[in-house]
């Protein structure tokens, strides 16, 4: 870890103490994990506090464990990693919290600490179905209006719930089931039956 990183955990670790579910120091990066009751006000000492000084929100990711590495992921499903810049002090955080409830998952929104956490919040929701509760316009960025489902979500199958095609009979584009047949994109190799045989090329 650089001087400025450790400098950096250092400081975090003295403002928010046992807040801190975990420091992580990963190829010259550092990310803090906190709990979903206390993002916000994490995030918000991370902006206001002048030693820290983190005046820009670069990105907010959306993160599904449900599949995570080769064995089973036992900690809760869904989480928002916050991307955050010090111009000030030159260094860069990443903020991670999970939401508690799988089945609705809920962070509070960012939105009134920085404003560009809107459109990325959108995004989040949009593909993972992550709520941000007090997010001034939470509705779908990326996706068609009718869209069913979150895409980026593990378990979202890769064709889709539904496909939509301009009618000619109706006059309009309508949605129906996939038509598409699951199938395998396995590349096929086809070689001569000499390949590989000694005198042959």
């Not at 459109?119 to 990326?142: A, K, Q, V």
Request: charged fraction near 25%; include cysteine.
């Amino acid at each position: 870890m650089s001087l400025k990183l450790e400098k950096l955990s250092q400081l975090l670790g003295e403002t928010f103490g046992e807040k801190l579910l975990s420091v992580v120091s990963d190829r010259g990066e550092l990310t803090i994990t906190v709990a979903a009751a206390d993002y916000l006000e994490v995030a918000r000492t991370l902006h206001d506090r002048p030693e820290l000084g983190f005046e820009q929100l670069i990105d907010v990711s959306g993160l599904d464990y449900s599949a995570y590495g080769n064995a089973g992921w036992e900690g809760k499903r869904f989480a928002a990693a916050t991307h955050l810049l010090s111009v000030a002090h030159n260094w860069r955080l990443r903020l991670k919290a999970f939401a508690d409830d799988d089945e609705f998952p809920v962070l509070d929104s960012l939105c009134g600490i920085w404003h560009s956490a809107n459109w990325f919040e959108r995004e989040t929701f949009d593909l993972y179905g992550i709520m941000f509760s007090g997010h001034p316009d939470l509705r779908r960025i990326l996706t068609d209006y009718g869209f069913v489902g979150h895409p980026f979500r593990k378990d979202f199958p890769v064709s889709g719930y539904v496909e939509m095609r301009y009618d000619p009979d109706q006059g309009r584009v309508i949605y129906q089931p996939v038509t598409i047949e699951p199938r395998e994109n396995t590349p096929r190799i086809v070689r001569e039956d000499t390949y590989g045989d000694v005198g042959h090329g």
